[in-house]
């Protein structure tokens, strides 16, 4: 079954930082059985995020969307387990937090369309290109949950 494990890139907004949900959104994914590989807070310049989010760009929410995620330190994470990428996806819901399911995290903490709280991959492959923005592969830590007990 390793074959299928995966890492997915998680960050939490501006919002989730200023709205001080980043414990209750990082305890959701441990409780959810996600292993937590890699995490770090930073403040992305413009250019990175414009790098980040180029699929976008055009799009008539892209210049607000690149204010918004520069308008405070954003947290970091690499997520891993089996199918990592959709259990995530599920775990947050909509892009628009108005439209998102009941019990997910955008639901929960989100605001609109932009300010839904969390970012998280949409593909394997698009999880180690973001990953790659923030960590470098030896910042992805590799360890059991019993190796404190040894
Ligand atoms: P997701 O984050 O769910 O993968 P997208 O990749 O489509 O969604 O969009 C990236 C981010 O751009 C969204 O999380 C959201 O912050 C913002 N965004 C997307 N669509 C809109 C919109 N229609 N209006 C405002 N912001 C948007």
């Given amino acids: ?10 960050i939490i907004k501006p919002d989730g930082v200023c709205k001080k949900v980043s414990g209750d959104i ?4 441990d409780s959810e059985g996600l292993k937590l590989v890699a995490m770090r807070m930073v403040r992305p310049s413009k250019e990175t995020l414009e790098q980040f989010y180029a699929v976008h760009k055009g799009r008539e929410f892209f210049e ?3 204010r918004f995620m520069c308008s405070a330190p954003v947290i970091v994470m690499a997520w891993q387990a089996e199918n990592a990428v959709a259990k995530v996806r599920q775990i947050i819901g909509a892009t628009n937090s108005k439209d998102a399911a009941a019990g997910t995290l955008r639901a929960m903490f989100g605001t609109d369309g932009r300010r839904n709280v969390v970012h998280a991959s949409d593909s ?6 973001e990953l790659a923005f923030f960590f470098k592969p030896e910042d992805l ?3 059991e949950y019993g190796d404190w007990n040894k």
């Fill in 1 to 10: 079954m390793r074959d299928t494990m995966e890492n997915t890139c998680v």
């Fill in 26 to 29: 990082i305890k959701r994914f």
């Fill in 64 to 66: 607000p969307l690149i």
């Fill in 124 to 129: 394997a492959a698009n999880a180690q290109k």
């Fill in 141 to 143: 830590m590799k360890y």
